[in-house]
């Protein structure tokens, strides 16, 4: 991850990651056939390097922190805080995701990689949550990838959206043709006359199949959480 990257991230309260819920964009960016390419990877990638960079963190001191804990009696959480402090992570957030994690301060100095991990992973979810706004919703298999990302990332909020219809709706809204608030399920054509009858079939779509289906176009509703 870059270091402007990195900076974002350490200031940020939640992560916005759009992926195409039409799975026609692989992992490099680079179109594909319309449902070959699994946006869940793009999740999964993006927790894990989030995951081993929190974690790369806490290691650079672990053996310190653990041994403070055991011979001292230092809370573990007082020391991760000190460690975490800069990234906008709490007390409230350490002490959530051992709990979650169903580890032990007392005992860190017994616990194996793979339950540090654990933690490390719980702490990530609590302390920067991913949202998953799933563009392109309109399109082939986005409603199906839909529910795929749903059931796979029970504790993220998954968002329906079309970028596209939100610009849609927003130049025409600033060329007067419509009146839309962003978030609403709904706009008003204000001249129909200036519209070509392809045009308004387009836009009849984008009520019918976006904005009354989803509740909005979505990227409103994702600012708004």
């Given at each position: 991850m870059g270091n402007q990257f990195l900076d974002d991230l350490r200031q940020a309260d939640v992560l916005i990651h759009?992926?195409?819920?039409?799975?026609?964009?692989?992992?490099?960016?680079?179109?594909?056939d319309a449902g070959s390419y699994d946006p869940i990877n793009d999740v999964k990638f993006l927790e894990e390097e989030l995951t081993e960079w929190m974690l790369g963190i806490i290691q650079k001191d672990w053996r310190r922190i653990t041994g403070r804990v055991r011979s001292e009696g230092v809370k573990l959480e007082e020391l991760l805080l000190e460690k975490l402090s800069g990234l906008k992570i709490t007390r409230v957030h350490i002490l959530k995701a051992l709990r979650d994690s169903n580890l032990?301060?007392?005992?860190?100095?017994?616990?194996?990689?793979?339950?540090?991990?654990a933690f490390v992973?719980?702490?990530q979810k609590i302390a920067k949550p991913i949202i998953i706004a799933a563009n392109k919703i309109d399109r082939p298999n986005a409603e199906d990838n839909l529910k795929r990302l749903e059931e796979e990332f029970p504790d993220y909020l998954?968002?329906?959206v079309s970028a596209l219809a939100e610009k849609v709706l927003k130049?025409?809204?600033?060329?007067?043709?419509i009146k839309y608030i962003p978030g609403d399920d709904d706009f008003e054509v204000l001249t129909p006359d200036s519209l070509k009858k392809n045009?308004?079939?387009?836009?009849e779509k984008i009520c019918d199949e976006i904005l009354k289906k989803y509740g909005g176009s979505g990227v409103q509703n994702i600012l708004n959480k």
């Open positions: 759009i992926v195409d819920a039409s799975g026609a964009l692989d992992a490099e960016g680079q179109e594909v032990k301060a007392e005992t860190v100095d017994k616990w194996t990689d793979d339950e540090t991990k992973q719980s702490l998954v968002v329906p130049n025409l809204e600033k060329k007067g043709v045009e308004l079939v387009q836009l």
